[in-house]
């Protein structure tokens, strides 16, 4: 047994000594607390007038593009978008769809790889969490932009009234309300416990208006024992409570079609299937994002390294392939035992007039993926995951748009097939969304930290290098 042990001993150490040295990752590579503060801080408060010619810019754009072109279609009626018969769903669907896909990522990033004692996940959880927040913003804007008389969209919720209306529980427009409430109401509050302990870092540490504003937000924390042990009972709580709340709402999404008789719609696989998919591009806009912050950001470069990116992206490889099977296992049961119309729809995507869409799916969900993230080196290089990640993404809302519009116009009478073009109220207002996703995101990077600097201390000191003859071993203390 000793001879076992020693042996396998050995062999570890000859792993080590062949690998790259431990100290460059962040786990290994300490600094002092209060400089690490100091970066975290230093981040926040540096602004330069490119940033504020950016947020100028988007902030208009969000102006005219989104409320403009919103408020102009409230005013002139739904009819300024391009949905007709039989296409009653267009792009606004689509691009909700996409907005709550995304917003998976921060639940999947930091409550599940919490659950799991993912390490990697330490310095990049904030910034999940704030996409999660956003996304659903702007993603909880459709329902209203599509309701088209927003003006009552407070019959959406049940709500004590004169005339005992109820809403109707078999409206998509209900369910969506109540999930995104849900999702939004819980994700906030998961985002705001592990931020506590740095505001108030932020808080003792800034002057003036900041102080003051930091000041209400930390609630008075003073970082006492009890005080650590109720913020952990806490997140822990919420880590695995808001997992099933993540899988519940892109699921009731999934019922929005699934529920229908459209051809192409009504099936079982749905639910896993567009929570894969959410999965797979939420995650690869935490990559995209993160690239964005290490290159705009001060010090970001030391919290966000080559290591992180090759974590995440061998999660979007493992999700890509998950995807794919979900995807050609639809194709497979529908052309061997499926309706003829249902045969005749998938021939459609992939021969049709926009089967230009389709392919751009395939090519950037499946074939990108995964002839590049088999590599670590790809992995590891922060602008080829940016291209990849954004190729990904185009390649989801491609998806969503063949699921959607494109199958609407394919359906079992051929004098009821339709095309569908968007408008240029609905791109407006489209865009507008992603403007405001960015603007939002821009203006709190600077408000809040966005690394929780707790967590990367906490695991700091759980990583240590220990002697082991001549070569230093890394080894993890377990933490309560």
Known sequence: ?????????????????????????????????????????????????????????????????????????????????????????????????????????????????????????????RAAELMTTFGLAAGALYPLIHLGRVWVFYWMMPYPNARWLWPNFRSALVWDFLAITTYLLSSTIYLYLPLIPDLAMARDRTEGWRHYFYMVLSLGWRGTEAEWLRLRKAIGIFAFAIIPVMFSVHTIVSWDFAATQVAGWSSTIFGPYFIVGAILSGVSAVITILFVLRSTMKNMKYFIRPEHFNALGKL??????????????????????????????????????????????????????WLTLWNKKIRSNPTAMFVITLLINVGMFAERYTIIPLTLGYQRFPFNWGQYTPRLTEISIVLGTFCLFIFLYMVVSRLIPLVPVWEVQEGQHAHTLRKVGKSEVPSVTELD
Not at 31 to 57: D, S
Not at 92 to 120: C, D, Q, Y
Not at 329 to 336: A, D, T
């Open 1 to 125: 047994m000793a001879a076992d042990a020693q042996s396998l001993t050995d062999m570890q150490i000859a792993r080590y000594e062949e690998e790259e040295d431990p100290r460059q990752h962040l786990m290994f590579d300490p600094r002092p607390r209060e400089e690490m503060n100091r970066m975290v801080l230093e981040a926040m408060q540096t602004t330069t007038p490119r940033y504020w010619i950016t947020v100028g810019i988007l902030g208009l754009l969000v102006a005219l593009l989104l409320f403009g072109a919103w408020g102009n279609m409230i005013l002139n009626g739904i009819g300024l978008a391009g949905v007709r018969p039989p296409i009653y769903w267009g792009i606004f669907i689509v691009t909700f769809v996409f907005w709550i896909g995304i917003s998976h990522a921060g639940t999947f990033v930091s409550a599940i790889l919490r659950v799991f004692k993912a390490e990697f996940r330490r310095p990049f959880t």
């Open 316 to 369: 979007v490889l493992v999700f890509s392939m998950s995807w794919a099977y979900f995807f050609f296992n639809e194709y497979l049961l529908h052309w061997y035992g499926g309706y003829k119309v249902v045969r005749d729809l998938l021939m459609h995507h992939a021969t049709g007039p926009a089967a230009w869409i389709w392919y751009t799916m395939l090519i950037c969900n499946v074939a990108i993926p």
